[in-house]
């Protein structure tokens, strides 16, 4: 059974970090493509960064250069860390796996959500100003 399960979530001040988990169960992170995408009140999910199948990384423009993502395959576990956070950065944050087929990063952050089949249950991050 595939599970994902977000945590590292919280509420920050401007300029804050924060580093959100997500722990994976039923496959192996290295082999598929994971996600993360966040959903503010009234806006559609969006995305955020993407790991594809071979390691490679995109980011949405709003968030690269303070965001990063990486892997850790030894615990099966997806990060996301957050620098300068922004008060329009607060969110429900969403990782996602993707095991349909290879596509490299760039194209699948274009995509969106769509192509996702399996999330986690949400963390909320709180920016203050």
């Known amino acids: 059974q595939v599970q994902l399960v977000e945590s590292g979530g919280g509420s920050v001040q401007d300029g804050g970090s924060l580093r959100l988990s997500c722990a994976t169960f039923g496959y192996a992170v290295s082999r598929v493509n994971m996600g993360w995408f966040r959903q503010a009140p009234g806006k559609e999910r969006e995305g955020v960064s993407i790991i594809d199948s071979v390691g490679r990384k995109s980011y949405d423009d709003s968030v690269r250069g303070r965001f990063a993502t990486s892997l850790d395959k030894d615990k099966n576990t997806l990060y996301l860390d957050m620098n300068l956070l922004k008060p329009e950065d607060t969110a429900m944050y969403y990782c996602?796996?993707?095991?349909?087929?290879?596509?490299?990063?760039?194209?699948?952050?274009?995509?969106?959500?769509?192509?996702?089949?399996?999330w986690g249950q949400g963390t909320q991050v709180t920016v203050s100003s």
């Open positions: 996602a796996a993707d095991a349909s087929c290879f596509a490299p990063s760039s194209y699948i952050i274009r995509q969106g959500p769509s192509r996702f089949a399996y």
